[in-house]
């Protein structure tokens, strides 16, 4: 093939399109446990998150509920991914070689999300929400009381229906029940089926199972190796216990001007993949987790 503005541009519009193609067909997860907030900025502070207000009957003037107690913060990032095209592959006409790379860039930027939002679940036990406790912590502050979302118990019948309690127990500072139930079970693949036996099945050793369908479970593949956390969310609610937040959108890029470095001095055309964004946490109180180190 004849190295020409017109080619490469052709070359570059198949690329972008098998990009695009594989991007869509994938089915990433992260939307279902994080809220997907706008950034417009490199760092975003998340100065509602605090304590969960509820209605009060209305005695004398209106009370103003304080939601700028958090100075949490999420910072952006910068991601990307490339591969490098030789010169001599698109002279000799081998350019279809390279499809598969540009394909994994396409599955790579729509399955990114996933990677940080499950990462932070995972991590959730040492990083800090935005109370300044651990995610899951046994120590959060509500009122003068601790309260926590923690446990250590492995998933069983039993933990879940105590995780359960927990989360439906919780009240607000002013002692108002916050009316939170949850609806899905996050797991590793290791623990797919315990979870599944849980909420699905219609009996447990001859006994019906009256926690069948009481949540959802989700098996997060980014979970893998951390075999014995299982997590329980809220997530019907306006804000999910998580966030995403996207401040640059997955764009697919390339490098093929004579004059580029690349190409001047390593025979290369370079394509690739970059966004901007970051996960964090948002209410604590919509989830709970366990690292089922114990039996109990």
């Known amino acids: 093939m004849i190295i020409s503005s017109q080619n490469l541009r052709g070359i570059y519009i198949a690329f972008n399109t098998l990009f695009n193609k594989a991007f869509e067909e994938q089915k990433p997860i992260y939307e279902q446990i994080a809220t997907v907030t706008p950034s417009t900025t490199d760092i975003e502070t998340y100065a509602w998150l605090g304590d969960i207000p509820g209605m009060r009957e209305w005695i004398g003037d209106r009370e103003v509920q304080n939601l700028s107690g958090s100075d949490y ?89 105590a995780a359960r309690a927990a989360i439906m127990s919780l009240t607000n500072s002013k002692g108002q029940p916050l009316g939170l139930v949850p609806d899905t079970m996050v797991v590793p693949p290791a623990l797919d089926a315990t979870a599944r036996d849980i909420l699905i099945a219609d009996q447990i050793n001859g006994t019906k199972n009256t926690m069948q369908g009481t949540a959802t479970p989700l098996m997060a593949s980014q979970l893998a190796g951390n075999d014995t956390a299982w997590f329980l969310l809220c997530t019907k609610k306006p804000i999910k216990p998580l966030i995403y937040q996207q401040r640059k959108k997955a764009k697919f890029v390339a490098k093929t001007d004579e004059k580029d470095d690349n190409v001047f001095f390593s025979n290369k055309y370079i394509y690739g993949v970059d966004s901007r964004g970051n996960a964090g946490f948002g209410f604590w109180q919509m989830a709970y987790g366990s690292d089922g180190t114990t039996g109990e």
Do not use: W
Request: net charge positive; with cysteine.
């Open 73 to 161: 913060t999420i910072k952006n990032k910068d991601f990307e991914l490339t591969v490098g095209v030789p010169r001599n592959a698109i002279e000799d006409d081998k350019i279809g070689l390279y499809n598969p790379s540009i394909q994994m860039l396409g599955q790579s930027a729509a399955l990114h999300p996933d990677q940080l939002v499950f990462a932070l679940l995972k991590n959730g036990f040492t990083e800090k929400c935005y109370d300044g406790q651990a995610f899951f912590s046994d120590v959060h502050k509500v009122g003068k009381k601790n309260v926590s979302n923690k446990g250590t118990a492995k998933l069983s019948m039993e933990a879940y229906i």
